[in-house]
């Protein structure tokens, strides 16, 4: 019973994830929008973070928890900074955010795969999730919205996936 406890609670935790992320990107990608609701899905979104961290570290220990966390924060500030440099249209900062997503990524799929023994998985798991995130922004940012669907159900799937391996 704890197991499913534990299993449910993650997935909603990284479907939480999803929900905000997308509200991220529609509130900083629309016209005519302030900064004030970016201020207020990015304070959601940390929390967020934290949570899983939390909820992960009650199985793993509240010092990897801990890490987790810090590691997901992270995370959500690149990921921010990257929203921030699509709506400026700034390349040079659109570049160093994506660098700085894909090596966080790369540190939190390392962290996962050598703390829980797997090969590569999380590793896989975190590039695909900026891969289909990035897809996703891009598509948005363009007004592909065939495109915006299809990125976003790619990015759902790949996140579903990651939530249900750490559960």
Aim: aromatic share 6%; glycine share 4%; charged share 20%.
């Amino acid at each position: 019973m704890e197991q499913m406890k534990y299993s449910s609670d993650m997935i909603k935790l990284w479907t939480d994830h999803m929900l905000y992320t997308r509200q991220a990107v529609v509130a900083a990608l629309s016209t005519g929008r302030d900064n004030k609701a970016n201020d207020i899905i990015g304070v959601r979104l940390l929390k967020n973070q934290s949570d899983i961290g939390t909820l992960f570290g009650k199985r793993h220990g509240a010092e990897n928890g801990q890490k987790l966390t810090s590691l997901l924060q992270t995370h959500i500030r690149n990921a921010s900074a990257a929203l921030s440099a699509v709506r400026s249209n700034d390349s040079v900062a659109i570049a160093k955010a994506k660098t700085d997503l894909y090596v966080n990524a790369d540190e939190i799929g390392k962290f996962l795969d050598d703390l829980l023994n797997t090969t590569q998985t999380f590793t896989t798991h975190m590039k695909l999730h900026i891969d289909t995130l990035l897809a996703n922004v891009a598509a948005y940012a363009s007004g592909d919205y065939p495109a915006d669907v299809d990125t976003l159900d790619a990015y759902v799937l790949s996140t579903t996936k990651m939530a249900e391996e750490l559960s």
